[in-house]
């Protein structure tokens, strides 16, 4: 299944200072503003990251969190994964090796949240139509199906 | 016997290998001194009365190294006519053996026992093998034979009008061709595996403190670690897995500093992640990445100054600007009110919760509240 939102990619620059680092934010904020925004950042042209660059790539994901999107890495060059290393943010991203498959990533897990909740022994959801309340239903233990509607 | 010692830095095609960002390795601090500067105590310690340096490179400053070392800087392409003017000169005012060593490679040489070999054995040359057998440039050369000197530095080392006598080591040299090779280095010494020993004292099995060292009580340093001279450890920060600060280094607040090398006067920022490197002169080389990084932001990786007068007014100045830094803050911590009440927003119930009727069954020994869902964001992870 794949989603109808929009992933956009942006090349970052190659030294990303903090004057650079404001320039480009400037550009991103309108992708980032927008709902559940999914951006892909891709890095492989970058040879000088510093502070304000590890500053400005944690901004951009809190936005995109704040909005229930994400921010994900893509082909981080060897210089940018260092100081990603460095100050302890890679672990913070999803980073992948091309900017094509950190885009695919975006649309792959609506499914199996499906499947999750049809598994034994967890709470289940009927999704309502437009209108109608939400039902909770809670499985016992022993294996008596109690709706709390 | 009057016995003299050359040592070469640099010269050799290789050697423009041998260098971290423009400073030679064997110039740089290992466990608290240079290569050069123990080569030099070790050949003054076995009897070499004068020593002389024939460098592509200006002089770092090292105030460990011996003051009456005569230091030649050769200009491009001059190298070697250098090396050969100061055969000639050793050779004039009375030296009877010269010893030619050049650094990069390094091991551990018996310069007495290499001494003697040439004399049991009447050479005009000799030249020393590693436990490989592999030839180093480690050579000792009558002065009287200047023709044959002035041969081998026209070769650069590599071809001679006579064969050597061959003087064999029991050690295995490390050919410092790359940084890497010093952080190896680094780590076989930790090992025992070569003669270098590290400067400072042992506190505890494994880890080393030179004098002057400052670290935090709740600073964790784990064996095998080198702390150099007058470094800094501040608080929460781990050195770890055989990593070495050299000397008027600093490592922040809890920065963690992994199977790495801090050379001598880098200062690291707070809360970061130093791991498989080597950093010094604003730069990382990251060893498994195989890549040098420049780092032009002050907070992450910095460099004080060699001057230690420069070094203590700069202590001045920023404690100086602390102070006032504090109080300001402390003012607007005060001017910052708080909200009387919180924005409506937050306190309305959002849309989606108004229209739902969530339920639930009365349990007693209820553990989670039953509007509470757990669910994973990526949902085929």
Redesign the interface.
């Known amino acids: 299944m794949e989603t109808s939102r929009p992933v956009v990619v942006k090349r970052v620059p190659e030294r990303v ?1 903090l004057k650079e680092a404001r320039q480009f934010l400037r550009a991103v904020e309108p992708i980032l503003q927008s709902d559940r925004p999914q951006v892909v950042l891709d890095l492989s042209n970058v040879r ?1 990251l ?3 660059g590890v500053d400005m790539l944690l901004h951009c994901m809190s936005e995109a969190m704040k909005r229930d999107g994400d921010v994900k890495l893509a082909a981080p060059s ?2 940018a ?3 990603l ?4 943010t890679g672990r913070l991203f999803e980073i992948y090796d091309s900017a094509t498959d950190a885009a695919r990533s975006f649309s ?9 909740f049809s598994a034994p022994e967890t ?1 289940t ?1 009927t999704f309502p139509s437009a209108g109608s ?2 039902t ?1 239903s ?1 499985v016992q233990p022993g294996g008596n199906h ?1 709706n ?2 | 016997m009057d016995v003299r010692a050359i040592l070469l830095i640099g010269g050799k095609p290789e050697a423009s290998s041998e260098h971290f960002t423009g400073v030679p390795l064997a110039m740089l601090d290992l466990l608290g001194a240079s290569l050069l500067n123990r080569v030099t105590h070790r050949m003054h310690q076995q009897g070499i009365s004068s020593i002389a340096v024939v460098s592509e490179y200006d002089q770092f400053p090292d105030r460990n190294l011996s003051h009456d070392l005569r230091w030649f800087k050769a200009a491009n392409g001059q190298f070697w006519r250098f090396a050969e003017a100061v055969f000639n000169d050793f050779a004039q005012n009375g030296a009877e053996l010269i010893v030619v060593l050049r650094l990069g490679p390094y091991v551990t040489v018996d310069y007495e026992k290499l001494v003697q070999f040439h004399l049991d054995h009447h050479s005009r040359l000799t030249q020393a093998c590693d436990q490989q057998g592999e030839a180093l440039d480690v050579f000792v050369i009558s002065a009287s034979r200047r023709n044959d000197a002035a041969f081998i530095f026209r070769n650069m080392l590599e071809r001679f009008r006579v064969p050597p006598d061959v003087f064999p080591l029991d050690e295995r040299q490390n050919r410092l061709q790359t940084i890497a090779d010093f952080r190896r280095l680094a780590l076989e010494s930790f090992a025992g595996k070569t003669g270098i020993e590290p400067q400072g004292e042992q506190i505890k099995p494994g880890v080393w403190v030179a004098p002057g060292a400052r670290i935090h009580r709740e600073a964790r340093i784990v064996a095998p670690a080198y702390i150099g001279a007058y470094a800094r450890v501040r608080a929460l920060a781990v050195v770890t897995r055989g990593s070495v600060i050299e000397r008027n280094s600093l490592i922040d607040c809890g920065t963690v500093v992994e199977n790495s090398t801090v050379l001598p006067f880098s200062q690291i920022g707070a809360g970061l992640d130093v791991s498989f490197s080597v950093v010094g002169f604003r730069h990382v080389f990251h060893l498994q990445r195989q890549v040098n990084v420049e780092i032009a932001d002050e907070k992450l990786v910095d460099m004080a100054s060699t001057s230690a007068a420069v070094r203590a007014l700069s202590d001045m100045v920023s404690l100086a600007l602390y102070m006032p830094k504090a109080l300001l803050s402390n003012l607007r911590e005060k001017r910052r009110e708080s909200p009387a009440t919180l924005p409506e927003a937050v306190q309305a119930i959002p849309p989606s919760l108004s229209t739902a009727t969530v339920e639930h069954q009365d349990r007693a020994d209820r553990h989670f509240a039953p509007e509470l869902m757990a669910a994973r964001r990526y949902g085929n992870e």
Request: proline fraction near 9%.
């Open positions: 200072n000088q510093d502070s304000a060897p210089e994964m260092v100081v290393e460095l100050t302890r792959s897990f609506l499914p199996n949240v499906m499947r999750q709470p959801i309340k939400v909770v809670h109690e709390a509607a």
